[in-house]
């Protein structure tokens, strides 16, 4: 299901030219009302207003005396409109880095993001919708965001419906989302706004159970067109846009292609072409955009990223392929895109023969960067040690390629590979007070044990105002390594020395398993 986001910025203009000129927001005291204005047969006019003007009644179109008249003390500045068209283009790319590889302004006072499959990304799509809403909103900038099926429903949600926070159109909801909204909100010229409204059309859905032929007449074919984008009925495809400088291949085709075969092949080719431009360039891509253009309009992308920087042809290739069960060809695919918007610095390297690739030992990078793009970076990580004396305190999570600060795990004093978040109490049988168990029951499940090793004992930390030196400052530990009959292996301790009774309980606990 495809999923567009409009984000709605309605005092772009102003907004823009008070993070430029270093004017208050209107929001802070000594902050004057703002208009930009142009020239129009000898006189000047308002073509963009800040809320605060917009709040006293001054609206595009008034001439500059009139509006001197709500406000005198109103600041006026020469508009700017291509420098807006500029500013609107360099936030949709950033918005492309960051959340979708398919943005595009949309002037004069938006952009689109087609986020369709980003939104795992972010956990869920809210989560995204509030980042995006969070670090806009952190720019200075006014801004009203709609997300739905069709981007003519978000483009008209998020300019008619003020909801002061992110409105989400649940899938499949489109159609009940605009029947209520006024027909300017089809992105119709203002005369036929006006002749709707003379004809006793004020709100969508009285459009929409309407004959076409008598309107069609009157008022042309871009009512329908407008109203069908917004139904879905018609497509309305996003052009994405990218920085002129990057590296990028694109190719075109005689006949339209619509196999997974077809779609690896050129893959291929597109990833041996920006190979050569960013080893041209010194430079290796960490994050690649494959652009599929379908005969009906509509532009499809996938992204994959990678760990470290890379401009092995094979290697992106693969990365790219593994993601094409999730395009929908549709009649077929006209002309394919890659983009690299994402390189870093990559030194040149000396070809190597068999003999040194062995002692180099796998490309952890490639395995790293295969798992990220199937289950999503967040879920992958490595544990590092750190300094603490507890368990639980002496390893950290730390990105998949990150060796840590210099830190070694101590080869004398092996630790499992997986540990439990709390320790879990065990019932335990041992001959004698300091030897290793040799029976213990953990989920209601007995483990009878054949070889034990232990006991290492671990004081707490003492100078801790928390966890569980917060309430036993002096604890310690005796930890054991066991292996049952099975085959697994567990670390079990005991909570106390023995002697001293504010040391712990003399309890039993399982912390982890050796894999």
């Not at 102003?14 to 802070?28: H, I, Q, V, Y």
Request: hydrophobic share 45%; net charge positive.
């Amino acid at each position: 299901m495809r999923r567009v986001v409009s984000l709605f910025l309605p005092y772009w203009s102003t907004d823009r030219l008070r993070r430029k000129t270093g004017k208050p927001r209107p929001d802070a005291a000594p902050a004057r009302p703002l208009v930009t204005a142009i020239p129009d047969h000898g006189r000047r006019i308002v073509a963009a207003t800040c809320g605060q003007a917009r709040a006293l009644g001054i609206a595009p179109g008034m001439t500059i005396t009139k509006a001197r008249a709500f406000a005198p003390e109103l600041d006026v500045i020469d508009a700017e409109p291509e420098a807006d068209l500029e500013g609107l283009r360099r936030l949709a790319l950033w918005a492309g880095r960051r959340y979708s590889p398919m943005v595009a302004p949309d002037p004069p006072d938006g952009i689109w993001l087609d986020v369709t499959g980003c939104a795992a990304l972010f956990g869920s799509e809210r989560a995204l919708l509030k980042d995006l809403h969070r670090r806009i909103a952190a720019f200075g900038l006014s801004l009203q965001i709609a997300v739905a099926d069709t981007a003519g429903c978000a483009h008209a949600v998020a300019r008619h419906v003020p909801a002061g926070r992110p409105v989400t159109v649940e899938p499949g909801a489109h159609r009940k989302a605009i029947a209520l909204l006024p027909v300017a909100a089809l992105r119709l010229a203002p005369a036929d706004v006006e002749g709707l409204r003379k004809l006793g059309f004020e709100r969508i859905e009285q459009l929409i159970g309407s004959p076409r032929g008598p309107l069609a007449k009157r008022f042309g074919r871009e009512l329908h067109r407008r109203l069908d984008q917004a139904l879905g009925t018609l497509p309305e495809p996003i052009e994405p846009i990218f920085p002129e400088a990057l590296p990028r291949a694109r190719r075109g085709f005689m006949e339209p292609i619509a196999t997974a075969e077809a779609f690896a092949q050129v893959i291929g080719d597109l990833a041996r072409d920006v190979a050569v431009q960013l080893g041209r360039a010194g430079k290796g891509a960490r994050r690649l955009d494959c652009y599929f253009h379908r005969v009906d309009g509509q532009t499809q992308a996938v992204r994959i990223g990678t760990a470290a920087p890379s401009r092995d042809a094979a290697h992106l290739a693969k990365l790219l392929a593994a993601k094409i069960e999730t395009v929908e060809p549709g009649l077929g695919i006209e002309a394919m895109t890659l983009v690299a918007p994402l390189i870093e610095d990559q030194g040149a390297r000396q070809g190597e023969g068999l003999a040194s690739l062995a002692r180099r030992g796998p490309d952890l990078a490639a395995l790293v960067d295969a798992l990220a793009n199937r289950f999503g970076q967040r879920g992958l990580h490595r544990a590092v040690p750190c300094s603490g004396a507890m368990p639980e305190r002496s390893v950290a999570i730390a990105p998949a390629l990150d060796g840590g600060a210099g830190a070694a795990w101590a080869d004398d004093l092996p630790r499992p590979s997986r540990m439990l978040a709390r320790p879990e109490p065990v019932d335990v049988i041992a001959l004698l007070p300091d030897d290793a168990p040799r029976l213990f029951t953990w989920r209601r499940k007995r483990y009878r044990v054949t070889h034990g090793d232990g006991p290492e004992r671990l004081h707490g930390e003492w100078w801790r105002d928390g966890g569980i030196e917060g309430e036993t400052p002096m604890s310690v530990r005796d930890y054991y390594q066991v292996e049952t009959e099975g085959g697994g292996r567990y670390w079990l301790f005991r909570l106390g020395d023995g002697v001293h009774a504010s040391t712990g309980s003399m309890r039993w606990f399982l912390h982890g398993a050796f894999a």
